[in-house]
């Protein structure tokens, strides 16, 4: 008898102490690995997958370009370039990548690398002008960002 | 009364603690993303001189022609082509041809063709040996170049594809040529002084040229 009031006494609640530390785990793994947003995006990325992608090392080097097809309806539906929050034109970007560059310290400078994010919307046309542009800005070292291709094909 | 007191529990109730842990947790996910510093990359020719033309007569047989037309359709060598994975191959043939392999030490590392030559693996020197050589196609690696011309009007999504299977072939080269295979060469740490030295070696001798011709304005 006194050992079945004794199983009824005994607490019920699953021990949830653990759960917190879980948690933090998870939530420390996602700290570490991610990293701030820094320009909100008004352009569509939809970016084209590739194999044969090279990691980047000096991350301090890289300056983002964006294209692609604006967001905002408003804003008709070519291809417009985004640089860190704004849109810019074609003949701005020399003097956006001097601005980029002028961040970097005197020797690091010629080794800028953008990293252009393209959607898969846009044409060559574009590419072709911003790839004129920056030669005469002499950023030479681009990179066309992509994602890796899930199929092995 | 003291009697109820003694049998609360002592413990500080931790199980809100999760939730806010919890809370914390979707922050971060929503606000953050995994940055992804992974892309193809490329490095373009130097500024023009607008007083000095630049007029360098390539061999015909040195250049590799890729042209692609508004349609996304693509001319490889004056032929059409609807499969674009056969790219990879024909440039993986056409850079390591060695039609007229020159002496003359060119390049940063000062290697001559016939050094890069002798350099390969034995496998691959006898790939060359039975299936190329043709004097239709490059001299050799250090004159070899891949110029794509991308009409204005065709997809960029056609032009990564294309640049995919480039960098496919040129890794493949360089993989063999070191013993890897072209994934094992691409995580190559260049950091880490053995790996670079690697890297290195696989490359002298064999730039990657390719090179992106200015499009035509004409749609094609």
């Known amino acids: ?153 | 009364m003291a009697r109820s007191k003694n049998k609360g529990s002592q413990e500080v109730n931790a199980g809100s603690m999760a939730d806010i842990a919890f809370l914390l947790l979707i922050f971060f996910l929503v606000t953050t993303q995994i940055a992804t510093n992974k892309g193809l990359t490329l490095l373009l020719p130097p500024k023009q001189e607008e007083d000095e033309p630049i007029e360098i007569k390539q061999q015909q047989r040195n250049i590799f022609k890729i042209q692609v037309n508004s349609a996304d359709r693509l001319l490889v060598e004056d032929e059409p082509l609807d499969d674009i994975g056969q790219i990879r191959d024909m440039v993986y043939d056409f850079v390591l041809n060695f039609g007229k392999p020159s002496d003359v030490q060119k390049g940063k590392a000062k290697v001559s063709d016939r050094e890069v030559y002798e350099s390969l693996p034995p496998a691959m020197k006898s790939y060359i040996t039975r299936n190329l050589g043709s004097s239709e196609s490059s001299d050799g690696p250090s004159g070899a170049i891949v110029s794509v011309k991308a009409d204005r009007g065709s997809s960029y999504e056609i032009f990564i594809t294309i640049l995919d299977e480039l960098n496919a072939a040129y890794n493949r080269i360089y993989g063999e040529r070191v013993g890897l295979t072209d994934e094992e060469f691409r995580k190559l740490n260049r950091n880490d002084p053995r790996q670079k030295e690697l890297y290195d070696r696989a490359r002298a001798g064999i730039p990657k040229a390719i090179s992106i011709a200015e499009p035509s304005t004409v749609g094609g």
């Open chain 1, 1 to 153: 008898m006194s050992k079945f009031k004794k199983k009824s006494e005994s607490s019920q609640d699953i021990p949830t102490a653990a759960l917190p530390d879980i948690i933090f785990m998870l939530l420390f793994f996602f700290m570490v690995t991610t990293v701030l947003r820094e320009t909100e995006l008004k352009v569509e990325q939809d970016i084209p997958r590739a194999e044969q992608l090279v990691k980047l090392e000096k991350k301090k080097l890289v300056t983002y370009l964006y294209v692609g097809p604006p967001k905002d309806q408003a804003l008709g539906t070519e291809p417009l370039i985004q640089a860190n929050d704004a849109f810019i034109s074609i003949d701005g970007i020399v003097q956006w990548v001097n601005q980029e560059k002028s961040k970097l310290s005197e020797v690091e400078r010629d080794q800028i690398t953008i990293s252009m994010k393209v959607d898969d919307d846009t044409k060559m046309g574009i590419i072709v002008d911003i790839q004129t542009e920056l030669r005469e800005a002499n950023a030479r070292k681009i990179m066309y960002a992509a994602p890796t291709k899930q199929n092995n094909n």
